[in-house]
């Protein structure tokens, strides 16, 4: 069997201190990295939708609650009508049977 030996590709290192200074040196060179500007850009419109989405939300919520008190009053309104036409109804009941009566 031949022996096969492993090895590494040789990559120079640089010592730590010296990879964080040319990382903080970069940083400072660039204000904004190149993805954050994009980035700021999208958190911006979110924020826009977000606003608009919650404007429409409080006007639907302004229109259920229009929606409700006019089904109540509606319904208020039918209940009165319904009731009145009963008592007329009731109260000309009498009449109406006597005028049928003499008519047969």
């Known amino acids: 069997m031949q022996s096969q030996e492993i090895r590494s590709p040789v990559i120079p290192v640089a010592p ?30 979110l924020e826009t939708h977000l606003k608009y989405i919650r404007r429409d939300m409080d006007e639907v919520r302004s229109d259920v609650k229009s929606i409700k008190h006019r089904l109540a009053y509606s319904a208020i309104g039918t209940a009165v009508v319904i009731g009145v036409l009963a008592w007329i109804a009731n109260s000309r009941f009498d009449q109406l049977v006597t005028l049928l009566a003499h008519q047969g």
């Open 16 to 45: 730590f201190a010296e990879k964080r200074a040319n990382h903080q040196a970069e940083f400072k060179n660039s204000a904004k990295p190149i993805g954050e500007a994009a980035m700021e850009s999208r958190v911006v419109e």
